[in-house]
C-alpha cells in the first residue's frame, strides 16, 4: 500500500482569518505588525508630502503626483532627482518610507516622519541618521545600511524569499503578505483551514489544529506556594508549576533579535533557531559589559539574560501578541508575578507612590533612544547597579532619571537602601567582561569560571566563550573544549571564535565533531573556521569537511549581497589555492559595497603575494577614495611602503591611520616602531598610547625596552607596571639584556 505523499502547507493570507476570529484581526489591524510595511495609499502614508525640509542647507521636497507620493532628495551622485515612495513602513513613533530601484533593490530614504503628537514634539520631517549621511557611509540611503532586501525585509514582512541573484547583482524579494501578518508568526495556515472546515475537528487528535507551531505559554501554571517543605508561607514572586514546550520565543526572536539571517529556506518551527539565524552574543560592540543593551538588539539578547526567561516567562505574558500592546497597565503588569505588597510600595522602591520612581520598568527596564525618537526598554530585567557605574563604567537607571546627580550619590542611596547592592561580586560576568574589555590578564581565568558554571544564563557562558579567544592557555582551552559537548548550540556555536587562537592541531580536535552538528550556524561556521588552515589539512580532512562546507558557501552566497560575504568567500578560495576566483569575489565585493574596506584590503594583499606591487597600490588607492574614514587602507598603504623603503611616505600613512582610528593599537604600535629612529620621545608616547586604547602587555614591553635602551629615569616605573602585566621570566629576560637594576 503507497503512502500518500505530504502535502505542503501554504500560506492563505491573514483576512482568511477574520472570519472565525474577529477578536484577534480587530486587534492586530493598525498594530505595529498590521503597519510594519504597507504600499504608499492615503489610507497607510502619515507623513505630509506637501512641504519642503532643509537639511545642512539643502531643501528636499516631499510632493504628490496624483495618487503617488514622491520625494525630491540628494542621490549618490550628489544630484537632486525625484524618487517615487513605494512602501510605507512601521508607524510608531516614526514612519519610514522606501524607494524600489529597477535592479529590484528597495532603499530607505534618509528622513522619516515623527508621528508623536505635536505635544510630544512630533509631526515634522527629521534625518534619521545626521552623523551617516556621507556617500561612504553604510548608513546613506542608497548603500546597504539602508537596504530593505537585506536588513528588513525579513521581519517587516510574511513568508519572505530574498531571492537574489550572486551572478547579476539583483532582487527578486517575494513575500506572501507585505506586511506582518498571522502567518508570519503561526506559519502556513492551509492545514490549518482544512482542520477547521472538517466537522469532526473535535475529535482530531491534533492539538496544533493544522499548525506546525505550538504558540502557548510553556507555564499553564503558577504558584505563589513556597516549595520549602519546611513552612507553608507564600512567596513574594510567583514560581512555574510546569515549565513544557511551546515554541512562542523561539518565533519571536526570530525577528526580535539582533542576528544574521543564514538562510531562508530552513521554516523555524521545530527545528533550531540556529538553522536560520546566526545570534549576536552580547558582544562588546553591541552591550555593556554587565549585560545592558547598548546598541539596537532588539529584545531576545537581553531577554535571554533574564530571570524571567530562565523561569518560563514568554512575551505574551507581558504583550498581547495580536494587538502589541501591553496586557495590564503600569505596575499591574509585574504584579502577575511579583507581589504588589511586597515590591509596589516605597519600602521597596523608595519613591513616592504613582510617581515616574515608583514604576517597575523605569528601574528594571531602563531606556535607550533609537532612531532619534524611538525609545525602546531593556529586557535584561537587571537591578539598577550604581556601583557597577563607578567600578566598570555601566550606566545605571538611578543616574538616567537623576541626571541632575552623579553616581558617588546614587551609591550612597542605593547602599542606605540596599546594602548589598554595591558590594564588589568577582564572580559577577560584568567583573569578567570589564577586565576582558580592558586586557586585563586575571579576566582570562574569570572568563573561564564563568564559561563552565551552568549557574549563569546560557548566553552569557556563550559570550565568555567568545571572548576567551583573548586569552589562550591552559584553562581557556579546557573551557572550550567542553563547550563543544555541550547540549546548548549557543555555547557550541561560540567555541568556533573562542578556539581561535589555538594551533590547527587542537582546534581540529574541539572542532571536527562540530562538523556533523544538528544546527546549521553550528556545523557550517565550524567547517568555514578550519578552511582557514586547508593548506594544512590531510586529503582525509578535506574530505571531512565537504558537505558542511558546501552549506557555508551556500550562506555566504545567500549574503552574497553585502561585502562581508564575498570577502569571506575570497578567503576561502584564496586558502584553497583557487586564485583567480579569490580574485573575481574581491572584486564583487567591492561592486555590491564599495565602501568595504577589508575587500580592498584583502584583494591588494592577494595581488602583492603574486608580485603584483603595482595592482595592489592602485586597489588601496581606489579603497582610499571610496572609504575616506576607515584607517586600515591607509596603514595598508603604509605597510606596501614600508615594504618598498618609502618610510616617510609611509610614516605620513601611519599618522593618518592613528587619526582615522584613535583606539586601534596596532596602528599606534606600528606608527611607534616607525618613527623610533627619528624621535624616541614620538616613539614612546604612541607606544603607551597603543598600550593604553588595547591593554596589550606587547605593547608596553616595546615601550619600556625603548625606555632601557634610552635610560629614560621613567623606565623603572615602566618595568612596574609590566611586571603584572606579563610573565615575569620576560620581564627578567629584558632587565637582563640591558644590564638593568633599580634604584
Not at 124 to 142: G, R, T, V
Not at 346 to 369: D, I, L
Not at 448 to 457: K, L, V
Request: aromatic residues 10%.
Amino acid at each position: 500500500m503507497a503512502t500518500q505523499p505530504a502535502v505542503a502547507t501554504e500560506f492563505v493570507g491573514s483576512f482568511e482569518c477574520q472570519q472565525c476570529h474577529q477578536q484577534a484581526f480587530e486587534d492586530w489591524s493598525g498594530s505595529d505588525h498590521d503597519m510594519a510595511m504597507k504600499h504608499a495609499t492615503t489610507s497607510s502614508v502619515a507623513a505630509d508630502f506637501d512641504t519642503n525640509f532643509a537639511y545642512m542647507g539643502k531643501q528636499n521636497r516631499f510632493f504628490q503626483k496624483g495618487d503617488e507620493y514622491w520625494v525630491n532628495i540628494e542621490d549618490s551622485s550628489g544630484q537632486f532627482n525625484d524618487f517615487k515612495i513605494s512602501y510605507t513602513f512601521g508607524i510608531d513613533p516614526l514612519q519610514q518610507y522606501m524607494v524600489e530601484f529597477e535592479d529590484g533593490r528597495v532603499q530607505l530614504i534618509p528622513f522619516a516622519w515623527d508621528n508623536r503628537s505635536k505635544i510630544e514634539g512630533g509631526q515634522k520631517w527629521f534625518h534619521l541618521y545626521p552623523d551617516n549621511s556621507a556617500k561612504h557611509d553604510d548608513f546613506f540611503w542608497q548603500n546597504v545600511g539602508q537596504n530593505w532586501n537585506f536588513m528588513c525585509a525579513d521581519c517587516h514582512s510574511t513568508n519572505v524569499k530574498k531571492n537574489y541573484d550572486v551572478e547579476n547583482n539583483r532582487f527578486n524579494t517575494t513575500f506572501s503578505e507585505i506586511n506582518v501578518g498571522c502567518e508570519a508568526c503561526h506559519g502556513a495556515a492551509s492545514k490549518h483551514l482544512s482542520w477547521a472546515a472538517n466537522e469532526d475537528r473535535r475529535s482530531n487528535k491534533d492539538e496544533k489544529k493544522g499548525f506546525s507551531r505550538d504558540l502557548t505559554k510553556p507555564v499553564s501554571q503558577w504558584t505563589w506556594q513556597s516549595n520549602n517543605q519546611e513552612t507553608s508561607k507564600n512567596t513574594d514572586t510567583a514560581t512555574p508549576i510546569n515549565n513544557g514546550h511551546s515554541n512562542q520565543l523561539q518565533t519571536c526572536a526570530q525577528c526580535h533579535s539582533r542576528r544574521l539571517q543564514i538562510s531562508d529556506s530552513n521554516p523555524l518551527v521545530n527545528s533550531d533557531y540556529g538553522d536560520r539565524y546566526q545570534l549576536n552574543l552580547i558582544s562588546q560592540q553591541h552591550y555593556y559589559d554587565d549585560g545592558q543593551v547598548y546598541d539596537e538588539d532588539y529584545v531576545y539578547g537581553s531577554f535571554l539574560q533574564s530571570k524571567m526567561h530562565h523561569n518560563g516567562v514568554v512575551c505574551s505574558n507581558c504583550h498581547n501578541p495580536h494587538s502589541t500592546k501591553l496586557v495590564l497597565p503600569n505596575n499591574a503588569l509585574c504584579s502577575q508575578c511579583h507581589s504588589p505588597a511586597k515590591f509596589d510600595n516605597s519600602e521597596h522602591h523608595h519613591h513616592q507612590t504613582n510617581s515616574s520612581g515608583a514604576q517597575c520598568v523605569n528601574c528594571h527596564m531602563p531606556q535607550t533612544t533609537y532612531m532619534q525618537i524611538d525609545k525602546r526598554r531593556d529586557h535584561s530585567f537587571s537591578i539598577p547597579n550604581p556601583g557597577n557605574s563607578q567600578r566598570i563604567g555601566t550606566p545605571n537607571a538611578c543616574n538616567q532619571c537623576h541626571q541632575d546627580k552623579d553616581t558617588a550619590w546614587a551609591v550612597d542611596k542605593t547602599s542606605t537602601w540596599y546594602p548589598s547592592l554595591n558590594q564588589y561580586d568577582a564572580k559577577h560576568f560584568s567583573s569578567a567582561f570589564a577586565g576582558a574589555r580592558a586586557g586585563l590578564p586575571a579576566a582570562g581565568d574569570q572568563l573561564s569560571y564563568i564559561a563552565q558554571d551552568s549557574s549563569q544564563p546560557t548566553v552569557i557562558r556563550a559570550a565568555a566563550i567568545e571572548r576567551l579567544q583573548q586569552y589562550p592557555g591552559r584553562n581557556g582551552l579546557v573551557a572550550v573544549a567542553r563547550a563543544t559537548r555541550n547540549d546548548e548550540p549557543m555555547l557550541r556555536f561560540a567555541t568556533i571564535q573562542g578556539s581561535a587562537p589555538y594551533p590547527i592541531a587542537d582546534r581540529w580536535r574541539m572542532l571536527a565533531p562540530l562538523l556533523d552538528d544538528d544546527v546549521l550556524m553550528v556545523r557550517s561556521q565550524a567547517a568555514g573556521a578550519l578552511a582557514g588552515f586547508w593548506p594544512e589539512l590531510t586529503p582525509e580532512q578535506q574530505h571531512q569537511l565537504k558537505r558542511p562546507l558546501a552549506e557555508y558557501v551556500e550562506i555566504l552566497k545567500f549574503n552574497g549581497d553585502r561585502g562581508f560575504a564575498r570577502t569571506n568567500l575570497a578567503h576561502l578560495y584564496a586558502n584553497q589555492g583557487l586564485t583567480d576566483k579569490a580574485i573575481k569575489e574581491y572584486k564583487a565585493a567591492i561592486e555590491v559595497q564599495a565602501n568595504y574596506a577589508a575587500a580592498y584590503i584583502n584583494l591588494a594583499d592577494l595581488y602583492r603575494t603574486q608580485g603584483k606591487d603595482n595592482l595592489a597600490m592602485e586597489i588601496l588607492e581606489r579603497g582610499l577614495l571610496a572609504q575616506p574614514t576607515s584607517g586600515s587602507i591607509p596603514f595598508s598603504m603604509a605597510l606596501a611602503l614600508l615594504r618598498a623603503k618609502q618610510t616617510s611616505q609611509a610614516i605620513n600613512y601611519l599618522k593618518t591611520a592613528t587619526e582615522l582610528e584613535p583606539d586601534n593599537g596596532r596602528f599606534w604600535y606600528v606608527y611607534a616602531i616607525a618613527i623610533t629612529p627619528t624621535s624616541v620621545s614620538e616613539a614612546g608616547a604612541a607606544f603607551d598610547k597603543a598600550y593604553q586604547v588595547s591593554g596589550n602587555p606587547q605593547y608596553l614591553y616595546a615601550l619600556c625596552e625603548l625606555m632601557l635602551s634610552n635610560k629614560s629615569p621613567q623606565a623603572n616605573q615602566c618595568l612596574q607596571e609590566l611586571s603584572t602585566r606579563a610573565p615575569a621570566e620576560a620581564v627578567n629576560q629584558l632587565k637582563t639584556r640591558f644590564n638593568y637594576t633599580s634604584n
